[in-house]
Nanobody, 126 residues
Framework: QVQLVQSGGGSVQAGGSLRLSCSQS????????MAWFRQVPGKEREGVAA????????YYADSVKGRFTISQDFDRNTIYLQLNSLKPEDSGMYFC???????????????????WGQGTQVTVSS
């Protein structure tokens, strides 16, 4: 069983920055895709970014390209999401996720992920 524990988040003004962390414990066979999703009330979880450890590939939603950066620290079993140039529409609950598959074209679908963090709120004011 894989456990994901998140930290970071908070409230900032537009243009500001935040950093989210997601630490993974436990064992996952063929760990292949780690991702960040965000969700606002009344909407489905939206894939924001993903990283494929073995392939060292990263993926981003068009809305965050050039502003957000996903990274991974293998020694700490932790992934990060650096959020820069934040906009009010970036507000939401952010979740990290781990899935036993190759990211590729599958990374955006929340149903593909087996493990989820507890979520952390990001609020961007204008």
């Amino acid at each position: 069983q894989v456990q994901l524990v998140q930290s970071g988040g908070g409230s900032v003004q537009a243009g500001g920055s935040l950093r989210l962390s997601c630490s993974q414990s436990g064992w996952m066979e063929n760990r292949n895709c780690m991702a960040w999703f965000r969700q606002v009330p009344g909407k489905e979880r939206e894939g924001v970014a993903a990283i494929s450890p073995q392939a060292r590939s990263v993926y981003y939603a068009d809305s965050v390209k050039g502003r957000f950066t996903i990274s991974q620290d293998f020694d700490r079993n932790t992934i990060y999401l650096q959020l820069n140039s934040l906009k009010p529409e970036d507000s939401g609950m952010y979740f990290c996720a781990a899935g036993q598959f190759i990211c590729g074209g599958l990374w955006r679908s929340a149903s593909n992920y087996a493990s989820w963090g507890q979520g952390t709120q990001v609020t961007v004011s204008s």
